[in-house]
């Protein structure tokens, strides 16, 4: 990726997450989960940028790493020009004001003994310093974006639907008004009629308050749906990445073109053809030489078993890491 | 008998405190030999309760409070309410099996494969010798392609992926031959590369078997390519039941319609999603009128009074909605 360009809000740069394995009495470190394996991308401001790929392909990782829940082993992370690797714990605490974390499981994310006005006017104490009526003045404002009523305020997380108890995560995380979000399969343990609910709630906010956003998802019509641009992710590095139309219309990565054609249609006179992945996803402590994917691609050669391909541009603001991609 | 299970009137109730609730109200099924039925609904709806009470394994305090299932077995007919524990254990795994949603959490931990697969097998044929079970369990395993049989025999569970897993659940439930096969929500779990390997795999094992299945999922992409016949669940009762391609074509009730817009409107044209407003009515909080009129669009002032029945809309294809029982004025 080139220099600090003016339009891009976050930059992150062959980002590096190694988690060691410990065996042993003395708890020797004798190897590493290679989480996630030098991954860039660029965010714009009010970009929605969608990371897909299947479980522990370190999708999630990555968006922990940004903002340093997990500690990256390397790489950087720019934010509005700031290199977050270099700041204090202190200084990345204060940061998180104008970043913050939507959680997939809004059944364990909300602390069960704290009703709503605890949880929604925490973070505003925490970052804010506010008079009493102006705090209640925001949470009651917030209230009303996420489309429920000062009078539930007195409640507590059980007494809600797991909808409700989504919108409240969100809102926690939007009250600092913060101009970039990850959010983590935010809709994923919901059912599918109240998904539809809550990704309208999360891209009228998006528009409202001109967010930034990473989404982590492993469904591919959500992804389609609510992103700008996409990456896809296997066995913790990018396999492509672009705009997402020009992604799902002209897949040209053949780990892409077999998870898009894994999705069942809807149309029970004309099936997918899926094709088919033979075999598991490797085991990230010992990822195999070359390209990740060479051991369960249909064109692999001798080529992709020696060397790892680069990101490379293959059509305008679309990039793949295949050998056989833009030749 | 014509049809494999017959299922009549079946409800299920729960106790909360001194209260009968309840959850699953007089639901009536065929399903026919050699078919694959799918069951969809959202969380709650009762298709898994409905899998459980066929096999006899609803939790206290859940009971089947009325109802038959009928069932035909290989020596006749018959009536799995009625059965005792003995009798229901010489169906179980025998001639019903099931599959459930997590092969991470079915299979046990601290025994191999091999006994696991071994367990299924002498339970039903206790005069069988080891080398025929491993022999046969061996041939499953085969036929549910894991790769390295002979090493996935000995190997515990958690040394194997979610995919390996599921296929072993499959190949224990397949391995007395089974003529329906259970699975509640068998690929949920699962990412989306190995979900179409199961279902490949489930599909070719029922045309080579001739087993039955019944697939309990609430992702509609997956009835669509796996059953031919379809009944939509929602709080407790069917709303709707027809064949796959007539439920797809020509879908009659708002609430189908309602799921089937929300997931084809992903990607689509317009920017903002088509929502079924409301939540799931829970159980026990059931209106006296139809259980979707607080959330149905085209709601009538009936709708809130009277329950409608399931009728016929089409030849074939059942629909509790009075915009589609044929005696409503235009």
Known sequence: MSGQKKDTLLDVRNLQVYFPIRRGLMKRVVGHVHAVESVSFSVRPREVFALVGESGCGKSTTGSAILRLIEPTGGQVFFKGDDLSQLTEEEMRLKRRDMQFIFQNPYSSLNPRMNVWKLLSEPLKVHFNLSPQELRARVEDMLKLIGMTPDQLERYPHQFSGGQKQRISIARALITHPSFVVADEPVSALDVSIQAQILNLMMELQQEMELSMIFISHDLNVVRHISNSVGVMYLGSLMETGDTEEVYRHPAHPYTQALLSAVPSHDPLNKSKHIVLEGDVPNPAAPPSGCPFHTRCARCTAECKQTKPELKEIAPNHFAACHHCGQ | ?330
């Open chain 2, 1 to 330: 008998m014509e049809n494999l299970l017959e299922i009549r009137n079946l409800k299920i109730t729960t106790l909360r405190g001194k209260n009968t609730v309840r959850l699953l109200d007089k639901v009536d099924l065929n399903v026919k030999k050699k078919c694959s039925f799918g069951v969809v609904g959202e969380s709650g709806c009762g298709k898994s309760i409905t899998a459980n009470a066929i096999l006899g394994l609803l939790p206290y305090p859940l009971r089947v409070s009325e109802g038959s299932i009928l069932y035909d077995s290989k020596a006749g007919e018959k009536e799995l309410l009625s059965l005792s524990k003995k009798e229901m254990r010489e169906v179980r795994g025998q001639e019903i099996s099931m599959i459930f949603q997590e092969p991470m959490t079915s299979l046990d931990p601290i025994f191999t494969v091999e006994m696991q697969m071994f367990e299924a097998l002498s339970f039903h044929h206790p005069h069988m010798s080891r080398s025929e079970m491993r022999e046969r369990s061996l041939e499953m395993l085969r036929r549910v392609n894991i790769p390295r049989p002979e090493q996935t025999l000995s190997s515990y569970a958690h040394q194997l992926s979610g995919g390996q897993l599921q296929r072993i659940m499959i190949a224990i439930a397949l391995i007395n031959d089974p003529r329906l096969l259970l699975a509640d929500e068998p690929t949920t779990a699962l990412d989306v590369t190995i979900q179409a390997q199961i279902l490949k795999l489930m599909n070719s094992l029922k045309e080579q078997n001739d087993t039955s299945i019944i697939m309990i999922t609430h992702d509609l992409g997956v009835i669509a390519e796996t059953c031919e016949e379809v009944a939509v669940f929602y709080a407790g009762q069917i709303v709707e039941q027809a064949n796959v391609v007539e439920l797809f074509k020509n879908t009659a009730h708002p609430y189908t319609l309602g799921l089937l817009k929300a997931v084809t409107s992903l990607g689509g044209e317009t920017r903002k999603l088509y929502t079924i407003p409301g939540i799931v009515p829970p159980g026990g909080q059931w209106s006296q009128g139809c259980r979707f009129a607080d959330r149905c669009e085209k709601c009538m002032e009936r709708c809130r009074k009277e329950m409608p029945a399931l009728t016929e809309a089409a030849p074939g294809h059942l629909c509790r909605c009075f915009l589609h029982s044929g005696e409503v004025e235009a």
